[in-house]
């Protein structure tokens, strides 16, 4: 595993306590297109000089699209079908969280991107947010899972709850998407075991934490990405985001000021305040 940073330079690698900078001019979008990701990186590691880790990464993202799945979780299934009851939603959310084909959504581009201690934003027009905690795949563009970042989905509950036809407003607006601290590049599946952490704190104090694992997925990584890549071409690749399993309680909203902090141990925190 080689944990990929970025900065206003470059790329910085890290595997095992030994950082190194990444030669000459690598950057996301290579690892993106390259047919075998995991090879390069092993490469740009060898050629690579002494470094040391960015005092402040910036988002592990090139030009790459960030799409996410939804209701791939029960504790989601079960939230997303009490904030949408007038709606219908007792209908439609349990009917994906049970059908072939998942729910997948744009969720945004690079310049919406908040990297590691960025802030993140909620909508003016939402009264209800909150952060949503989510492993997420990196994916080159021939569909291949080669990597592994923390992604935030943050959300508007009250627009997406309102009325189905509303979620790329709930979901998709300026800085909606936190990522990083960076990319873990590895050829192998994460562990059903590997915890995902929430933890939101106002004013130095905890006011929710939450926790799950990714067994509680219900669907595969490769189902994920190859219903993602269906019909679909990502010139760049693209981004993943797998669904959140953990949910605040309905009387909870973030504000501004507050600091959410996610971490998935592999990978590391990630750290963004709201604006």
């Known amino acids: 595993m080689i944990r990929v940073y970025c900065d206003s330079i470059g790329l910085v690698l ?70 949408s009851k007038d709606a219908g939603g007792g209908t439609f959310y349990d009917k994906v969280y049970n059908a072939e084909r998942p729910e997948l959504f744009f969720k945004g581009t690079p310049h919406r991107v908040a990297g590691p201690g960025m802030d993140v934003r909620i909508r003016g027009d939402s009264k209800w947010n909150v952060p949503e905690p989510e492993l997420t795949l990196a994916i080159n563009r021939e569909g291949k899972i080669f990597g592994y970042t923390v992604g935030n989905d943050m959300s508007s509950r009250d627009i997406e709850g309102e009325n189905p036809l509303y979620l790329p407003q709930a979901k998709v607006y300026d800085r ?36 799950t694992s990714v067994s509680q997925i219900k669907r595969t990584f490769p189902e994920l990405a190859g219903f993602l890549f269906r019909d679909n071409s990502f010139p760049h690749g693209a981004y993943l985001l797998t669904g959140t399993g953990i949910v605040p309680p309905d009387s909870f909203t973030l504000q501004s000021g507050d600091e959410v902090r996610i971490t998935i141990a592999p990978i590391g925190t990630l750290v963004n305040k709201v604006a």
């Open 14 to 83: 890290e595997s095992a306590g030994t950082v190194r900078r990444a030669a000459g001019d690598l950057g996301m979008d290579d690892l993106f297109t390259s047919s075998d990701p995991l090879a390069l990186i092993r490469k740009a590691w060898d050629a690579g000089e002494a470094g040391t880790l960015p005092a402040q990464a910036l988002a592990p993202i090139g030009s790459q699209e960030i799409w996410a799945a939804g209701v791939t979780y029960l504790r989601s299934r079960t939230a997303r079908m009490e904030e």
């Open 176 to 211: 909606s998407t936190g990522l990083g601290p960076c990319l873990l590049v590895c050829d192998e599946i994460l562990v059903p075991e590997t915890a995902i952490e929430l933890e939101i704190r106002r004013d130095g104090a905890a006011v929710f934490s939450g926790a």
